[in-house]
């Protein structure tokens, strides 16, 4: 008997992967955890049966959810970071020796304990003496925060389910509030190729330029989520991702990246012109 993973990616279209072995099955408070393992993928985590990770493609979306807003600006020292369960986001950051705190705020304590059980490779750096970790709701978390932060990271499911409330103009809002003079706000942006996502990206685009002097998108090649086309929001008060970035700066520190280098980190603000069309209309709503 074979077992498949099988995600729908639109009405039309779906995507699967021959699976070896179900390692975690759980519905928690606020949705249905499932941890699976492949032969092409290595281990995966989904939840509500959407395409959260895999061992073999994880590094492409932590590199760049990380890396392109610390390499603009350097002396990030204070992180908060909302989602993120899956600890790969905080395993990157921690990296950096000059940066102090994480904050990571995460709503569902299930996905973060099986992932450091089952998915050690992504969950590793959780316990560093640098993360606090806190099991709430990010959108109000992030409600009395005032200029405590240099970066944000968003690193959200889709909006819906428990992501839906970080796709709002309150928490973008207060997103700004909680940030420094010199704060950067980076979210995963949906993909833009699908309909149904391509209407999430535009109603973030449109909240985040509403708020912030300086924004942009960029992107990169996931295999296993939809369409392997997959759009980051980049936002700050002050620095801009191109001008602003040193890249003899970042190389100097000496991370070794597998994704992500500083050649990418200019080319991933050239977007496909349909999706500039797509963002010009989110503007024009």
């Given at each position: ?57 994880e590094f492409i979306y932590h590199d760049?959810?990380?890396?392109v807003p610390i390499a603009t600006n ?212």
């Amino acid at each position: 008997m074979e077992l498949w993973y099988t995600e729908e990616h639109s009405e039309n279209t779906r995507f699967s992967i021959r699976v070896d072995k179900q390692l975690f099955s759980e519905q928690s408070e606020f949705q249905r955890v499932d941890i699976f393992e492949a032969k092409e993928f290595g281990r995966f985590l989904t939840l509500d049966g959407l395409m959260m990770l895999t061992e073999k493609d994880e590094f492409i979306y932590h590199d760049m959810i990380v890396h392109v807003p610390i390499a603009t600006n350097p002396n990030i020292k204070n992180v908060l970071v909302i989602g993120a369960g899956d600890g790969g986001t905080v395993r990157e950051l921690t990296r950096y020796a000059t940066v102090e705190h994480i904050d990571m705020v995460e709503i569902d304590k299930m996905v973060v304990d099986s992932c450091m059980k089952y998915l050690p490779q992504t969950a590793c750096k959780l316990t560093d003496p640098r993360v606090s970790l806190y099991f709430e709701d990010g959108l109000k978390f992030v409600r009395d925060k005032v200029g405590k932060y240099d970066l944000i990271i968003v690193d959200s499911t889709d909006p819906f389910g428990p992501g839906e409330g970080l796709f709002t103009k309150e928490f973008y809002g207060n997103c700004y509030k909680a940030l420094t003079e010199e704060g950067i706000l980076v979210n995963q942006h949906e993909c833009p190729y699908y309909e149904s996502y391509a209407r999430s990206m535009k109603r973030a685009h449109k909240r985040i330029r509403e708020l912030f002097p300086i924004t942009c998108v960029y992107q990169a090649h996931i295999p296993t989520y939809p369409s392997g086309h997959w759009l980051f929001g980049f936002a700050s008060k002050k620095f801009d991702p191109i001008n602003d970035f040193d890249a003899k700066r970042w190389e100097a520190i000496g991370l070794k990246t597998k994704y992500y280098n500083t050649e990418l980190h200019k080319g991933c603000f050239a977007i496909p012109t349909y999706v500039k069309d797509l963002l010009a209309e989110a503007d024009d709503e």
